[in-house]
């Protein structure tokens, strides 16, 4: 993020003494991407963000897979795979909740239904991209609040000591999508200027943008006095810290580097005479993959023009569609629904259902909703993907031609 901004109270020059009423400084914290050459931030705590009391190995869930590959199943016949995920138990909390979907050494793939508060969380090996799909969430960080709605992307950049409270009205349901990178997520460079403002093509920009516009001092709270605990997964795994203090004690900062969420329904789509390619849908880029965005848009107005996408093969990519919502009409038939997630892997070619085609001439609008994941290297499989995958999806473009099809496993 390459956007500044400044809030709450900090001192007029970096480095110098800032003090509090009673006469104590403030501890300044830098926090900077990239060996400190990228983005950072600087933070003003009211007390020392370091006093560490104790430190605890947590086990991973097994199945869940751990970044680097390890603890999960190859995609292995090759496969095109359609995962029910609203077949998967929901509750828990935002972190600890998620059911891994796929990964691979780039990123893990997660979705979660959270019914409770979060502890506190951040994330050492990657920015954390989390869509909203459904419900409304408050994201507390030592950076202040994000009142989230559906629709909502959050990136929470990497280190960033935070927590997620649900807060639709009891009962109503919150369905959550989370890219865990490694590394860090932001708008595609191609959007950008030099100096990192957004250009005149890009489909979103600065004023689409929302950040946190007061501090949290959450340590006013004798709740949340400290001593504090906080979650922190790291290449090797997880670790639970205890801290002296609560770290919702930050009075001000500035910078560019913190979390914001933009809303899907801000992504303004770009449509054209014939159909667009997948780029023109691209809304985040991170390590070896990137983020797309389907919304609800004019379909293509040449007099002759197919609007039903064609079938393609991505040669270098897997291709990960979330259906966030609407009737998904080039898919009819093939068993896909809201909160369904397709892995069309490389090697594979895919297209639209038998006779959508044609179904779908002289449409003029669609108006599905969907989040696309594409990873540079394979994708492979968490338990939480054998849990909930429809067996029959790979068969579902034969429409009845194939009445024995059959995979190993
Ligand atoms: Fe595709």
Known sequence: MTYYRRIGDIPPKRHTQFRTADGALYAEELMGQDGFSAASALLYHRHAPTALLGADDVDEPPGDGD????????????????LRTGD???????????TVLLANADLRLAVVAPTEPSGLYRNATGDELVYLRRGALRLESSFGVLDCREGDYVVVPTGTTHRWVPTSPAGDPIDVLVVEAQGHVGPPARYLSARGQFLEHSPYCERDLHAPTEPLLADDDPADAGPAEVLVRHRGGLTRYRYAHHPFDVVGWDGCLYPYRFSIHDFEPITGRV???????QTFAGP??????????KLD????AVPVPYN??????????????????????SGIAEGSISLHPAGFTHGPQPGSVEAGLGEERTEELAVMVDTFRPLQLAAGARAC?????????????????TTSR
């Open 288 to 297: 070896n993959f990137v983020v797309c965005s389907f919304v609800p848009r």
């Open 88 to 98: 998967l138990d929901g509750g828990g909390d935002l972190v600890t909740g998620r």
């Open 312 to 333: 393609h093969s991505n040669t270098d990519s897997d291709e990960v569609l979330y259906y966030c919502a609407g009737n998904f009409t080039s898919r009819r038939g």
């Open 67 to 82: 970044g680097a590959g390890r603890d999960l199943e190859p995609n292995r016949p090759l496969l095109p795979r359609h």
């Open 275 to 281: 159909h667009q390619p997948p780029p023109v849908h």
């Open 301 to 304: 107005y040449h007099p002759l």
């Open 389 to 405: 995958e429809d067996p029959d999806y790979a068969w579902s473009w034969a429409a009845g031609a194939n009445s024995g099809a």
